[in-house]
């Protein structure tokens, strides 16, 4: 979602040319990718829930149904917390009617970048390319908005992926949020966008873990709107891509119950703790393929769930999609100021975004559903197995693979 602005005439040329196609290689094809080095629940007869905790609204349906797709029933709030080092985006359960009079909290591509890179950036864009073009509006979400007084909720800690930002998966994340969970998203500035175009990338797959582990005792004793929110007894970890095999690997961390991974890549080399698993896959993934992913999913103890999602890529789990099809993403801009991308990153940037891909919100609904339902289920928070039966793969427009093993 962009806005628009009047447009001023701007130079081609500038010396910070290279930068910006650096930024617009590593901003799409890092955000989604792993590197080598960061490089895949329940009873097995749901019974109906008699009554659920208060922070956990009932839902109509069965297993079979698709009932988490969309929006929950809680309007969502956003704020930001700080570790001592890094930052921590926090998206949250909001009070009813909270919304109202508040326009939705926003995010620009270029916020992800070092300063001096993102102020250098407006004077490199096409002339039909306002600076306004790169900022994505998150759809129903507030920033600061007052809590619901229905918590505390469950704790869902998110790790993005390899060279990526806390905001790039901000409409999935909302959707969890809006279920019922405090979701919780650290910077990983060892392996964040920054770190890549500023060559300071550290390759610490363990520091991941520590971060998420870290954010645990932030969130849950943070004042402000956060204030007696966050249930810190339940908490899930999920992740895209190496954030995925950030989240498989908390696993082994006491405090992680669930952990769901989105092209997760991998899982840390230690052995398999018995807790709830789902990995979530993008089919035609071109940067995490599909044997990998079966290759993680293989190594890990039940309970677990595999959902391989047909025409989905390495991209669709994130914002990205939208701003590939709508024409402003960066290596779409770089191409345009005449920067020729190598075929393979090329290819890697917009996987998942082609126009042959899966509808990038069917996807969402997809990937939304499955972790929503299997959260839910694994926290105990609802045992009637909603959304996760095998019939709730016909409820989709495209071919889904589902397996379970829960014992």
């Given at each position: 979602m962009t806005n628009t602005a009047p447009v001023r005439p701007r130079s081609r040329r500038h010396p910070l040319i290279a930068p910006l196609a650096a930024i617009a290689v590593l901003a799409v094809l890092g955000a989604a990718c792993s590197s080598g080095d960061d490089a895949g629940a329940g009873s097995g007869s749901p019974t109906t829930t008699t009554s659920l905790p208060k922070s956990v609204p009932p839902v109509d349906g069965g297993p079979d149904d698709a009932a988490f797709e969309g929006a929950g029933p809680f309007d969502v709030g956003l704020t930001e917390l700080s570790l001592p080092d890094r930052k921590v985006a926090v998206w949250y359960p909001a009070a009813k009617g909270a919304a109202e009079g508040r326009r939705p909290a926003t995010y620009s591509q270029l916020d992800a970048l070092p300063p001096s890179l993102a102020a250098a950036a407006p004077s490199l864009l096409p002339a039909d390319v306002p600076i306004t073009a790169l900022t994505t509006t998150m759809t129903d979400t507030f920033a600061e908005a007052p809590p619901s007084t229905d918590g505390p909720f469950p704790l869902v800690l998110f790790s993005h992926g390899f060279g990526s930002?806390?905001?790039d998966?901000?409409?999935l994340l909302r959707g969890i949020a809006s279920w019922?969970?405090?979701v919780a998203a650290p910077e990983h500035i060892e392996r964040d966008r920054a770190a890549l175009v500023t060559n300071q990338v550290q390759r610490a797959p363990e520091k991941d873990v520590q971060v998420l582990v870290a954010t645990i005792p932030l969130v849950v004793g943070a004042g402000g709107v956060l204030q007696g929110l966050t249930a810190g007894e339940k908490v899930a970890a999920v992740g895209h891509s190496a954030g995925g095999r950030a989240a498989l690997s908390a696993l082994s961390e006491p405090q992680v119950d669930v952990a769901v991974g989105w092209a997760a890549a991998g899982r840390?080399?230690?052995p398999a703790p018995p807790k709830p698993s789902m990995n979530i896959a993008a089919k035609v993934d071109v940067l995490v393929p599909i044997e990998e992913i079966r290759s993680t999913y293989a190594g890990?103890?039940?309970p677990k769930r595999l959902v391989v999602i047909d025409g989905a890529g390495h991209n669709s789990f994130t914002d990205l999609c939208l701003?590939?099809?709508n024409g402003t993403d960066l290596v779409g801009i770089a191409k345009r100021v005449g920067f020729n991308l190598p075929d393979n990153l090329a290819r890697g940037a917009t996987d998942g975004c082609e126009s042959t891909a899966i509808d990038t919100k069917v996807g969402w609904q997809i990937t939304q559903n499955f972790t929503v339902a299997e959260?839910?289920?694994?926290?105990?928070?609802d045992d009637s197995g909603t959304g996760l039966g095998q019939g709730v793969t016909k409820q989709f427009p495209v071919p889904i693979e589902y397996v379970q093993d829960l014992k």
């Open positions: 930002y806390r905001l998966a901000s409409t019922g969970f405090v840390a080399d230690v890990l103890l039940p701003s590939v099809r959260l839910r289920q694994s926290l105990g928070l």
